[in-house]
């Protein structure tokens, strides 16, 4: 069992900055690869950017790929997404997932077992 508790989002003007923090409890934190994933209106969820346990090889959808950024902080069982150079086609409903690491595979929404109940980011113009 893992719980997920997403936070940090908003209202953000175009070419803003956002952080968001995903809290994950209830398991080992370090034996679970974490992932951000997000959904527009009328859209799929598709995934943002997932993080392994150690930290290494991040993955990052092309469309965010050089804006945003994923962190993870063992210590503090939090996983961050740094938000840069935000644009009105990021806004969507934010959520954090995570896998158990030694299955962890792709960052796909349909390979995390468990998920938070997400955080809206709104973009203006």
């Known amino acids: 069992e893992v719980q997920l508790v997403e936070s940090g989002g908003g209202l953000v003007q175009a070419g803003g900055s956002l952080r968001l923090s995903c809290a994950v409890s209830g398991s080992r934190f370090d034996e679970y690869a974490i992932g951000w994933f997000r959904q527009a209106p009328g859209k799929e969820r598709e995934g943002v950017s997932c993080?392994?346990?150690?930290?290494?090889?991040?993955y990052y959808a092309d469309s965010v790929k050089g804006r945003f950024t994923i962190s993870r902080d063992n210590a503090k069982n939090t996983v961050y997404l740094q938000m840069n150079s935000v644009k009105p086609e990021d806004t969507a409903v934010y959520y954090c997932?995570?896998?158990?690491?030694?299955?962890?595979?792709?960052?796909?929404?349909?390979?995390?077992?468990?998920w938070g109940k997400g955080t809206l980011v709104t973009v203006s113009s």
């Open positions: 997932a995570a896998d158990w690491v030694q299955t962890f595979r792709t960052c796909a929404p349909g390979r995390m077992d468990y």
């Open positions: 993080i392994s346990s150690s930290g290494g090889r991040p």
